[in-house]
């Protein structure tokens, strides 16, 4: 999985999910697994509050 910024790039995605936190990385994850072309945008990687 490509986690490289796309701030300088074009993207062409079916689906633009705004938030990774754990909801948005989830459903990132599902639908790229599905076969859906599908971008997350944060303005992070890592949350720093936990989850689980
Ligand atoms: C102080 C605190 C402590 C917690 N501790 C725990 C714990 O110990 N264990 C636990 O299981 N849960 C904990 N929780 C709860 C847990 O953080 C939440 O249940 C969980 O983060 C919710 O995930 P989410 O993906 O729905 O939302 P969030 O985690 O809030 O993720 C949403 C993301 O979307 C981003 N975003 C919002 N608007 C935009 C926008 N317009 N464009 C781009 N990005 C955007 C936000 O910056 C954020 O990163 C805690 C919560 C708090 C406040």
Do not use: W, Y
């Not at 990132?28 to 697994?33: D, I, Q, S, Y």
Request: net charge positive; aromatic share 2%.
């Amino acid at each position: 999985m490509d986690t490289t910024s796309p701030s300088a790039e074009k993207l062409q995605v079916r689906c633009c999910i705004a938030g990774g936190g754990p909801a948005g990385m989830m459903l990132g994850f599902l639908l790229a697994r599905a076969g859906v072309d599908v971008v997350v945008l944060g303005s992070r990687i890592h949350n720093p509050r936990r989850s689980g």
